[in-house]
């Protein structure tokens, strides 16, 4: 489902939106810090800071639909929908793998912002302790602005 | 009602990219990143409509949308609930919106090739500040 | 408000809104006092003078000093096209002036064709957008390469805010602040560009109305009445602006070379040529013309072609003057020897596209064959350019070989003293 490329783009430093609705199809955000793309090509983890989890996971619980948005700063951007499997309080090696994405992050939004901007948007977001949320991805559409913007890819 | 705060305004110039999540009728979310979100009035924000997207076309189903801002000035996060009210093609939203996108346009070589097909118009429903969700700005360790 | 987060930090959340709601207020307050000195300052000093460059020193100064704008531009609109033109600017390494931007180019010609007030704090991101939209686009194939305008101002700049200036709906012009760092401007910036503006249009608009009618009655000493008026209204093409690609063309000749070449030894022409040619040649590299062609004793010599120069009229017409002179010195040397020679020189410009060369080239040789002896004679357009560095005596009009018309011509008789 998730070729090499993407599981690269999703390791890399993007921004991470959540998209969750309750039983009612009113939508809500979260926003994430750090994602993993597992073996199995199927599944998908993303870091969410425990203070803005518990709205998500209300969500995930009741109906399961989840979308997750990733976009980098060369506006090259994907949109993997799918349903809810778990979640899990973070660990060390989700902190760590958390900690070196922000790092990415910092680089690559340097290429577009000032100092003052950069740091406080890569690093000056609260990571832990933070909600493990593993997802199946079901569809994967290519969201990057432009000529294919909207098609299904898997 | 009054619900945007002036502070706001900052998180509506198109400095940090923002996001909006929408709902299909059949149940599956969406979620879409957005250069800017307009400020309309102190109840009101504007999207622009490019092409008929998934965003569109869901709000046109099931109007509710969910907007997130960040301040580039404080780096606080906004969660808006927003509901579709309507499209408007003309008027003083449209024209400061389609100003915007000629002038940059024309900056890149794409002046009549890129234009702004209309301007969506959303209530505000609730706004909320997350202040639990930042690392205060001299606390912020790493990094070169 | 919006909802905080739980107390007591909802509690000091809340202490901290109502205090930067209470400074920021102050802020306002002040500025607001700031904005009734501004007005006074801006509107007397503007009001009492008619000179363009003096008004628009002053609204940008009071800008920079009073309001903070540290980057700041005036464009005005071309009388008779859909164009501005840049026409002061402060905060730039380059002023850039005499910089042209069209109607729906960039920010400035958006607003300029709406006549609206726009403001942009996110250039960077907004660019960088559509310029990836636009490589998908190229990559698909679905437009091919297309140049964007080069615009005056900031090449990096994030946030941009511009104002049309307007006399009753009328647009005179642009005026523009600019920054490096993103969302720099407010709602206030825009209230006082606003007031800032108002003030302005009508001063500049009136310095302006002033500089054109000084301009006519400037041009009409030279050209016919018709076409004095023309070129003020944009009907004509106005000689007095710097076009691009319009060459000046200097001829130069001997009198009475022929007649010594004939009765000299070979070796005292050579020597006399070689003297006159290394003479000449300096003062062509230091005005930084082209010497194009030389037959002997005569010289065709172009300027702004192919080396640009900003007034080639002027170039030509000092080395003309200069060259006399230096000509005079060597005659004294050679009329001691018997030899009786003079300069005679004629210059014309006009566009170097193809065909005109022909014409300008021919006008400055008709001319240069018309002088006499130690005359430098001009067209009326080169005439009308050096008005301020050169006295002159009107001559003709010429019936000259090639030309439809017979035209008037100018003797240049010396460098105006104060020069």
Sequence with gaps: MISDQLVEFLHGPSFLHLGTRDADLRPAHTAAVGAVAHDDRRTVTVFVPAARAGRALEHLRQNGRVALGAG??????????????????????????????????????????????????????????????TFRVEEIFRQTPGPGAGEKLA | MALLPEEIKPAMQGVIPSDVVTCARDGTPNTTAISQVYYVDADHVALSHQFFNKTVRNVRENPRAAVWLISPKTFDSWDLEVEFERSETSGPVFETMDMQVEAIAS?????????????????????????????????????? | MGAEGTDPLGLREQIAENQRTIDRLNRELAKKSDEVRIIQQISSAITSTLDLDHVLEIVLGAMDRVLGFQHSMILLKDPAAER????????????????????????????????????????????SYLRSVRARMEATGQM??????????????????????????????????????????????????????????????????????EKLSRLKRFFSPQLAEAIVTGGADDPLKTHRREVTVVFLDLRGFTAFAETSEPEEVMGVLREYHAEMGSLILSHEGTLERFTGDGMMIFFNDPTPVPDPAERAVRMAVAMRERVATLLGKWRKRGYDLALGVGIAEGYATIGAIGTVTNLAARLCGEARGGQILVSARVAAEVEDLVETEEVGPLALKGLTKPILAFDILRLKSRV
């Excluded at chain 3, 920010?107 to 704090?121: H, L, N, T």
């Excluded at chain 3, 305008?149 to 006399?167: E, I, R, T």
């Design chain 2, 107 to 144: 900056m890149v070589g794409m002046k009549g090739i890129f234009k702004l097909r209309a301007a969506d118009i959303y209530r505000v429903i609730s706004v909320t500040k997350n202040v639990d969700e930042r690392i205060p700005l001299g606390e912020i360790a790493g990094g070169r």
């Design chain 1, 72 to 133: 980098q700063m060369s506006h090259e951007a994907y949109q993997f929908k799918g349903t809810f499997l778990s979640s899990r309080p973070t660990d060390e090696a989700d902190i760590a793998r958390q900690e070196a994405f922000r790092l990415r992050f910092l680089d690559s939004l340097r290429q577009g912002y000032p100092e003052e901007i950069a740091r406080p948007l890569s690093l000056g977001f609260a990571y832990r302790p933070g909600v493990a949320i």
């Design chain 3, 144 to 213: 091919g390469a297309v140049e964007s305008a080069s615009l005056p101002g900031l090449p990096d700049a994030q946030s941009q805010l511009a104002l049309p200036l307007l006399v009753k709906d009328r647009l005179v012009g642009v005026l523009v602040v600019e920054s490096p760092r993103p969302n720099a401007f407010d709602e206030l910036d825009e209230l006082l560009l606003g007031i800032v503006g108002n003030q302005a249009a009508t001063a500049i608009d009136n310095a302006r109305s002033y500089q054109l009618v």
């Design chain 3, 84 to 127: 501005l033109r840049l026409f002061a600017s402060r905060g730039y390494d380059a002023p850039g002036l005499g910089a042209e931007v069209g109607f729906g180019e960039g920010v400035i010609g958006v607003v300029a064709e709406r006549k609206r007030m726009m403001r942009v704090g996110n250039l960077g991101m907004s660019r």
